[in-house]
């Protein structure tokens, strides 16, 4: 089973601007696309960028233009580059791994905090 750990959270000014990055271990064989949800505190987990393993991507409304989400095939990594961030933007964040088989994985997480 794949593990997704995360890196690259923190504390930022708003304005500023961050880069995630995931990296998966072990089988990726059947891997559909990898992801980024992010949650607040009572809140659900909800989408912030997708991408497939052909390279097409989706985002939430509330991030287009200031996101971007990118691959790395060869190292199995996937990113999230997070410009002009706003203190909304403050949350967990966290990396999914989608399949063909509807199974999914998910990370332990990284706080990402946006000061005003």
């Known amino acids: 089973q794949v593990q997704l750990v995360e890196s690259g959270g923190g504390l930022v000014q708003a304005g500023g601007s961050l880069r995630l990055s995931c990296a998966a271990s072990?089988?990726?064989?059947?891997?559909?696309?990898m992801g980024w949800y992010r949650r607040t505190p009572g809140k659900q987990r909800d989408l912030v960028a997708r991408?497939?393993?052909?390279?097409?991507?989706a985002y939430a409304d509330s991030v287009k233009g200031r996101f971007t989400i990118s691959r790395d095939n060869a190292e199995n990594t996937v990113y999230l580059q997070m410009n002009n961030l706003k203190p909304e933007d403050t949350a967990v964040y966290y990396c999914?791994?989608?399949?063909?088989?509807?199974?999914?994985?998910w990370g332990r997480g990284t706080q990402v905090t946006v000061s005003s």
């Open positions: 991408i497939t393993g052909g390279g097409s991507t």
């Open positions: 999914n791994a989608q399949y063909y088989s509807g199974d999914y994985n």
């Open positions: 072990g089988s990726i064989f059947g891997m559909s696309a």
